[in-house]
């Protein structure tokens, strides 16, 4: 009986064995960090930390003053120059009909004709100048509504805001992190394990996670092993994909997961 016990222990120690626990941090595959192109005041914030947003949701708005201008001059621009075309156009019409009609009668005066000729010639040329300011117009007016429109800074995904860098009056600068939102529906968790582990694990694997806090247990599959050992600590990190289901599992929260030696 004794013998049993001995040999039933070093079993239960041999599988123990065969298994590592390992710590890791739940983080979202989803983080979008939102930067401002443009420098200006905040005029409005429309959201606050720990605020689900959805995509194209107004997040901020910066002072439009200075930008309205630039603006309303590149509109004006773009509306004188299709007056302008369309002058030429009209006086290239009214032309070309005089020259038919000279065309018609039996005995044509050549130096009216010429001078017609000569008329036609140089408006056709202002028309087409007029043109090309038209289309450049136009792309300046586009242009400035680009700009126009990263004044107000819209969510690119769903998500949640964990981070706010701005409040009203603030000056914010081009390339600036303003707000910060992670996706809380697509989450994983990342690893650090030893190098000398690196054989034990490989893209496709199944593992056993835990999330301690709330007591929820799933199983996961390694999504990446990244290739970039840390010459100070000789770990390597993977990231294992699992299924949240319609748990209260955030990005940060600590997690464990149970590696099986092959």
Do not use: C
Request: avoid cysteine; hydrophobic fraction near 40%.
């Amino acid at each position: 009986m004794k013998k049993l016990l001995i040999v039933t222990f070093l079993l239960i120690l041999s599988l123990k064995a065969q298994e590592i626990t390992l710590t890791g941090t739940v983080v979202s595959d989803g983080q979008k960090m939102i930067g401002s192109r443009y420098m200006g005041y905040v005029k409005e914030v429309f959201v606050n930390l720990g605020d689900h947003v959805e995509r194209e949701d107004d997040l901020y708005e910066i002072e439009s003053a200075e930008f309205d201008i630039m603006k309303s001059q590149a509109d004006l621009m773009l509306e004188q120059s299709q007056i302008v075309v369309e002058f030429w156009r009209k006086r290239l019409e009214t032309i070309n009909k005089k020259k038919d009609k000279l065309k018609n009668r039996k005995e044509i005066p050549l130096t009216s004709l010429d001078d017609l000729e000569s008329q036609a010639e140089n408006v056709k040329s202002m028309l087409e100048s007029a043109r090309v300011m038209v289309e450049q117009a136009s792309i300046k007016a586009k242009q400035m509504a680009t700009v126009y429109n990263y004044l107000k800074m819209k969510a690119p995904s769903d998500g949640v805001v964990v981070q706010k860098n701005i409040k009203v009056g603030d000056m914010v600068m081009p390339g600036m992190m303003t707000i910060m939102i992670v996706d809380t529906e697509d989450l994983e968790i990342d690893v650090s394990i030893a190098e000398s582990l690196i054989g034990q694990v490989k893209v496709g694997k199944r593992l056993a996670v835990e999330i301690p806090s709330i007591n929820y247990k799933t199983i996961g599959k390694i999504k990446a092993v990244i290739p970039d050992a840390n010459p100070m600590t000789h770990k390597i990190t993977i990231r294992i994909a699992f299924d949240k289901k319609d748990q209260n599992i955030f990005p940060g929260m600590y997690a464990k997961v149970l590696l099986t030696k092959d």
